[in-house]
């Protein structure tokens, strides 16, 4: 914690040294909101921006060549230099001529972009590149059909055709962009689909079936010559990204840390499913479950990290219409925006209302990326340990939002932490190793509807589908995992209880075409899709 103050006082040290009056340093941020809170912070008599946004750039008090501090996004980086394979190539960064000495590189860090294109969105394209290139789509046809037929954890090679068909890159996005027109459509979501597919033709890609159907890879964005550059991430020493790009990769150097004590943290633990599909359908008996617990404390103030709003579900508004407490007291930050603030800081009381899982297939382009293995590698085995340290760094950086962040006599401060986590993803079990020295305890603001053996299998089911939506959990996967006998978990499906506690769920026994039930499948994504924002 504290690396904006870490990286405003460095900036003001830099420009007073008499030892250093000719370099300059490159800030690179997440967000352009945080360029104007650093800048302000650090009452920089000159320096300049460099974003996409020409409002954000007026802020600047000095041209780019010419200021010796520039604060610009780490995606007009990574878009500079993919285009010309190197940092020294882009002059737009430099100073007086000359690349910045200092690169700073705030929050988390990879050398490229892990690139998925499910199934879904593979098939979404055929319909509007047709007509412009017809040829090029009986090949995507084909395409589909062989994703379709392959098994998991394939490699499969696609063919360039761009190059075949003299279809490039900047001619797709045109054509998938004239097709939506006048249509009520979203365009953008097409063209990135055209980029993610376009930057894997002519390449190996792994085939990934669980939550959908997935093909895989990734693609480098950041040259080598970017080094050497600092990377303040909080979330260092439990992501796995690093370790694998240390194992592999090489290059990369951890500094010194203090090891932080979170003695003065209690973590409860709500054993339920937190994923956002568990929202749509069971949103209200949750957020019953959050107000009951900020009502334990109504004059102290509490934040509230949630899924974000859906047509289907809005958390914020289902919390309002239950509690009476002065709403000044409650704050609320969507899984997106929970990191990189401390508007909270003052906050001891902080609910984490589900957890943000990602499709698996997206750990493993991560794992792909940050390891620096591509599919043409072969099978990559480390996708699971990248999970659960992605699960780690969204922990830290959302209870790290309120007073957790702070440190008092060389502890944390007391603070209460409410975070809705099924055991079976493993994260219950694993808090501790994240935030050494703390407290872990149940938190049950709502009466159990399930107990014993019934309750361990409702958590399986309902943790695999949180995890990967699309699949169908086999009753035999359950019995042995619960280890039970098969004909004692038939009876435990029968129960009216257990049946209704998943049915809320819009979980049910899925059936063969010959009437044979084959496991439990989340209904709604059955016949839905998996139309939910991330």
């Not at 190059?163 to 979203?186: I, K, M, N, Q, T």
């Not at 929970?338 to 209302?353: E, G, K, P, Q, S």
């Amino acid at each position: 914690m504290g690396k904006t103050q870490l990286l405003i006082h460095f900036l003001r040290e830099l420009l007073r040294s008499k030892d250093h009056q000719n370099v300059a340093a490159m800030v690179c941020v997440n967000r352009k909101d945080q360029i104007k809170l650093i800048a302000e912070d650090a009452a920089l008599d000159q320096f300049a921006v460099l974003t996409a946004d020409d409002e954000m750039n007026g802020i600047a008090t000095a041209q780019v060549d010419d200021a010796r501090v520039l604060f610009t996004t780490q995606q007009m980086v990574e878009a500079r230099c993919e285009q010309t394979c190197s940092f020294t190539a882009v002059t737009a960064f430099h100073y007086r001529g000359k690349p910045r000495a200092v690169r700073i590189w705030d929050e988390s860090m990879l050398p490229g972009k892990p690139v998925t294109v499910s199934l879904d969105e593979l098939r979404a394209l055929p319909l509007h590149i047709r007509k412009a290139q017809p040829q090029f789509t009986d090949a995507l046809d084909d395409l589909i059909k062989q994703v379709e037929l392959a098994p998991d954890g394939m490699q499969l090679t696609i063919a360039d055709l761009q190059s075949r068909f003299d279809f490039p890159l900047h001619a797709g996005v045109r054509a998938v962009g004239e097709a939506a027109a006048g249509l009520p459509l979203r365009p953008s979501v097409n063209v990135e689909i055209v980029q993610k597919l376009w930057s894997l033709l002519g390449r190996a890609v792994t085939v990934r079936k669980g939550w959908g159907a997935a093909i895989l890879d990734y693609r480098e964005t950041l040259p080598d010559d970017l080094k050497p550059v600092l990377v303040l991430d909080a979330s260092a020493r439990v992501r796995t990204t690093y370790a694998l790009w240390s194992k592999h990769r090489g290059g990369l150097v951890r500094l010194p840390s203090a090891q932080k004590n979170y003695s003065g943290l209690t973590i409860n633990v709500w054993n339920r499913s937190g994923g956002k599909h568990a929202f749509v359908s069971d949103g209200p008996i949750i957020a019953e479950g959050v107000v009951r617990t900020i009502q334990t404390r109504p004059a102290e103030h509490w934040l509230v990290v949630h899924h974000k709003p859906t047509g289907e579900m809005n958390f914020e508004k289902l919390v309002r219409a239950k509690v009476s407490l002065d709403d000044e007291r409650i704050h609320f930050l969507t899984w997106g925006r929970h990191d990189a603030t401390n508007r909270f800081a003052h906050v001891n009381n902080v609910i984490l209302a589900g957890t943000l899982f990602f499709p698996d297939f997206l750990y493993e382009a991560l794992g792909r990326l940050a390891a620096g293995r591509p599919s043409s590698t072969g099978q990559f085995e480390e996708a699971s340990s990248v999970r659960l340290g992605e699960l780690h760094h969204g922990i830290i950086q959302a209870l790290c939002r309120a007073a957790v962040r702070g440190f008092v006599h060389g502890n944390c401060p007391r603070t209460q932490a409410y975070v809705i986590a099924n055991r079976w993803t493993g994260l219950p079990q694993t808090l501790l190793d994240v935030f050494p020295g703390a407290q872990v305890a149940d938190w049950q603001p709502v009466p159990k509807a399930l107990k014993g053996q019934p309750e361990q299998a409702f958590d399986f089911i309902t943790a695999r589908v949180d995890e990967d939506p699309a699949s169908i959990v086999k009753f035999r996967e359950v019995s042995d995992r619960l280890g039970i006998d098969p004909k004692n978990f038939k009876k435990i499906r029968r129960r009216a209880d257990f049946i209704e506690a998943l049915r809320r769920l819009t979980i049910e026994e899925l059936e063969d075409e010959y009437g044979t039930p084959r496991g439990f499948k989340n209904m709604f994504h059955h016949y839905f899709g998996d139309d939910l924002d991330d």
